[in-house]
Every structure is written in C-alpha cells, then in structure tokens.
DNA sequence: CTCCAGGGGGCCA
DNA sequence: TGGCCCCATGGA
C-alpha cells in the first residue's frame, strides 16, 4: 500500500488538492464533486462566485431553482443542490472541528454519503480520515488488495488506513493520486500500457513504459 | 447526430 | 445485497 503511494508520488508528482482556496469553495466542491469532473465543479463554483454567492448566509438565501441552473454543470445538480442548501441551514457545523462525530451529521444531510462525508472531511475540515471512490477499489482490486472491486466501503477505508501513516497530507495526496491513475488509465478499458502500476499489478500484464 | 459510460447516493424489495 | 432512478458531460 505505501509502496503504491510512493511510486505514485514519484511518477506523476503532488497532486496539490485542493485546488479550490476558500472554505466556502472546499466545502462547496466536496459537496458538487461526486461522480463529476473536478472542471465541471470549477464551472459550478464560478457560477456561484459570479452572483456574489461565496458564502453560507448568501447561498441559505438564494433561490433553490437559481442554485440549481448555477450548478447545473454537475450531474445530478437537483440532489447536490439539496445537499448545498442543507449544509447552509446548518452553519453550526462549521465551527466544529474535525471527529466521526462530524461524520455523523454530515451524513445525515440529504443526498451525503460516506464520500462525501469524507472528502469535507479530509479537505475541508483538514480531518486525517481516507475517501474511498470507484478507481481507489478498482484500482486495489486490479493490485490484488481486495477480493472484489464491488466491496464494502468502510472494509477499503480501514484497509488502507491500517498500512498508511495517519497522516493528514498522506490521505490527502493518496486519494488525490488514485483518483489521478484512475482519470489517466483505470477505465473499465483500461490504459494499461502507460500505467506507472502496471509492473505491480496483477490482474493486467502488460509493459511498463517509462514517461 | 446518437449512443453510452458512470469519479454517488437514496430507496425499495 | 441488488436493481433502479437521478441526469450533465464528453468521447466514440
């Protein structure tokens, strides 16, 4: 598992996330990212930043159909604009720091699941905690780590925090460069050629090309 | 132009 | 758990 993360690392760099510098932009596209393009997300943000709304007390007050044509570069925007609004009526979260306690409540928001919960966890609320997505279990999978690449969620979150330091820029650049391979080769076709992983990986053999 | 994948989450059986 | 729905975007 570190040894993923370190030839990651040296391959394709650090990631930098998160690319968005307010809080009100990390929270915002921790919220919009699942399941999109982090430019689409960009978009989304934009949008809002260009109505003046770069804040929770502007977004508790704006107009739920206005939210939802501002971040309709988003798939599912109806859902997420759901998730927005409820995380603005609850400010009180925001002052809170960091805990599964925190985890809790985000996830009894509507439309907020582990990810997600995770990921404002682990880049909003600079919270050492691991986010799972799609490319981390198939990428896992395909290494031989997981028996199946249809798992249980917490299963590869525990996995993989028991063999990483728990360290918050670790997480932070380890999901970052997963997601990363997974843009670049990991589709259900894969790219495998190209893939700095590939000497490792057991379920495709293919060769490893240098960059 | 059409077709279709698919970085999540909720709900229902 | 497994199937279905939500549903923009971009590449084939």
Known sequence: MLKIYSTL????????????????????????????????VVRAIDNLEKAGIDNFPALRELDVKLLEEYI????YYRKKAQALKAMANKEELLEIKGSLLLR???????NVGRETA?????????????????YTKRILYRLGYLPQEKIDYDLVQQLIESKLPKDLSTYQEYHALLVRLGELYCKKSPLCEDCPLNKDCQKIHLKLVEG
């Open 104 to 110: 809790e409540e985000f996830l009894s928001l509507p």
């Open 72 to 75: 309709r570069p988003t798939i």
């Open 9 to 40: 690392f040296e391959v394709l760099g650090p990631q930098g996330w998160w690319p968005h510098p307010t809080r009100f932009g990390k929270i915002v596209g921790a919220l919009l990212a699942p399941a999109v393009k982090w430019g689409n």
């Open 118 to 134: 995770d990921s404002l966890l682990l880049y909003a609320w600079d919270y050492p905690i691991m986010v799972v997505d799609a």
